[in-house]
């Protein structure tokens, strides 16, 4: 373990990466609740690029690297004046041991006077998580600490209701496939109902993610959701923190 984490170390230099930041807003005040840090090339190439030069072997120092990017990149954008919190995706296997390498993450949040406690960490899993206890483990332990803790992509492959048999994060971001159209479709809007209710009689925050439209957007708020992140609202922005256009404010627009 203590290898791994000096390799980790070793390598952090090797990766040349930036950070844009997309908001997560409060829709009962219109101001941004978190920033999500999605991770861009130094030029601002898509994360997609960027993801694919990441060996197996490098996934470990690249997912500390993203943190310090991360909070660095916030900081120097604005992120403490608002307020709002920052998001931050890890891969739950690129952690040998939570209280180990999260050292990183507390002494840049230290020297950039990011307030911990402000931090979010959010996972997903493309393929299914063969070790839920280590999981399990991560999650307790950045709760324990202050942390903020959401499962993304939650209704999409293996981010499903199993997880939260196992472990509760503090947040859940329901999928784009739940909210595409679902102002349209009775079935899509009685099964993110049916989430919304499951989430809050376990005390989990609900986020709903990829909100393109205006319709969309009332028939989340109408189903109780509070926090949503879309385009509708903002786009993310490289190296900065974007202004939000609520939908109402979209309308005086268009009308001026």
């Excluded at 005040?29 to 490098?58: D, Q």
């Excluded at 660095?72 to 890890?90: H, M, Q």
């Excluded at 499962?151 to 196992?166: E, M, N, Q, R």
Aim: charged content about 20%.
């Amino acid at each position: 373990m203590k290898s791994g984490c000096q390799g980790c170390r070793s390598q952090l230099h090797e990766f040349a990466i930036s950070m844009a930041f997309q908001p997560i807003v409060d829709v009962e005040t219109g101001k941004p609740f978190v920033y999500e840090a999605l991770v861009r090339g130094i030029n601002g190439e898509p994360a997609a690029e960027v993801l694919a030069s990441i060996s197996e072997e490098s996934r470990y120092a690249f997912d500390q690297k993203c943190r310090v990017a991360a909070i660095e990149g916030a900081v120097a954008a604005g992120i403490r004046d608002t307020g709002a919190r920052l998001s931050i995706n890890f891969l739950p296997n690129a952690v040998y041991s939570p209280l180990a390498c999260i050292q990183l993450t507390l002494k840049t949040a230290l020297a950039t006077g990011f307030p911990t406690e402000r931090l979010i960490f959010e996972f997903t899993e493309n393929e299914e998580m063969i070790d839920t206890e280590h999981v399990r483990g991560i999650i307790e332990t950045y709760q324990q600490l202050g942390f903020g803790t959401a499962i993304d992509d939650f209704g999409a492959g293996h981010a499903g209701l199993g997880l939260l048999v196992k472990f509760q994060t503090d947040y859940i971001k329901l999928d784009m496939a739940l909210i595409r159209g679902l102002d349209g479709c009775l079935p899509q809007r009685k099964v993110v109902d049916g989430v919304v209710r499951m989430a809050r009689s376990l005390g989990i925050g609900v986020i709903a993610e990829g909100i393109e439209t205006a319709e969309e957007f009332e028939t989340l708020r109408t189903l109780g959701v509070r926090y949503i992140q879309g385009y509708l609202l903002a786009r993310p922005r490289f190296e900065g923190l974007p202004p939000i256009l609520m939908p109402d404010e979209r309308m005086v627009s268009a009308a001026a």
